[in-house]
T-cell receptor
Framework: AQSVTQPDIHITVSEGASLELRCNYSYGATPYLFWYVQSPGQGLQLLLKYFSGDTLVQGIKGFEAEFKRSQSSFNLRKPSVHWSDAAEYFC???????????FGAGTRLTVKP | ETGVTQSPTHLIKTRGQQVTLRCSSQ?????VSWYQQALGQGPQFIFQYYREEENGRGNFPPRFSGLQFPNYSSELNVNALELDDSALYLC??????????????FGPGTRLTVL
């Protein structure tokens, strides 16, 4: 079965600084990859997804992610972080042969003024 | 367009009791998935319903069961509640033809506390 690792439990960045959140997956074929954001007390909002094709995908709120097959990674980036980006970020992987979507443990982002 | 809604928002139960959580899928969506999110963890897949039939299940015991109705709304039932069942329960719906790609839209969740 597929699995996801988010190596960073908590990241703090200054407002206006760039951001990169790491995600590594394990799956034998090309996976479906997702990044979700969760604000306190809220459900999950999809930021972006990768199914196939161009390995650099653009999402909402100025986020982008790059699929690197050789590194089994799908890192999330944003060139300039805003205070409103403070939240929990989850990477998820879906398989083409089942309906089980696996989530990482999440990375909590704190934004310093 | 109404998104995914869940009820109740919060719930407190005691060990051994039974609970039913409800989910209304987004308009036009025919697939519903349920997830358990323990505090400080990512969501874990419980099961998925498609056309009123269970269509995949995660590593959860049989006391976790579900239903999907003809209008595609869904219920999650948990029997014999245990303290470790305390969590945020998330429902997600998918449009027709995309369940294989897991394009899921999440509701705000139900916070269950078991005392």
């Amino acid at each position: 079965a597929q699995s996801v690792t988010q190596p960073d439990i908590h990241i703090t960045v200054s407002e206006g600084a760039s951001l990169e959140l790491r995600c590594n997956y394990s799956y034998g074929a090309t996976p479906y990859l997702f990044w979700y954001v969760q604000s306190p007390g809220q459900g999950l909002q999809l930021l972006l997804k990768y199914f196939s094709g161009d390995t650099l995908v653009q999402g909402i709120k100025g986020f982008e992610a790059e699929f690197k097959r050789s590194q089994s990674s799908f890192n999330l980036r944003k060139p300039s972080v805003h205070w409103s980006d403070a939240a929990e970020y989850f990477c998820a992987v879906g398989a083409r042969n089942n309906n089980d979507m696996r989530f990482g443990a999440g990375t909590r982002l704190t934004v310093k003024p | 367009e109404t998104g995914v809604t869940q009820s109740p928002t919060h719930l407190i139960k005691t060990r051994g009791q039974q609970v039913t959580l409800r989910c209304s899928s987004q308009s036009g969506h025919n697939t519903v998935s349920w997830y358990q999110q323990a505090l400080g963890q990512g969501p874990q897949f419980i099961f998925q319903y498609y056309r009123e039939e269970e269509n995949g299940r995660g590593n959860f015991p049989p006391r976790f069961s579900g239903l999907q109705f003809p209008n595609y709304s869904s219920e999650l039932n948990v029997n014999a509640l245990e303290l470790d069942d305390s969590a945020l329960y998330l429902c997600a719906s998918s449009p027709p033809g995309t369940s294989g790609r897991n394009e899921q839209f999440f509701g705000p969740g139900t916070r269950l506390t078991v005392l």
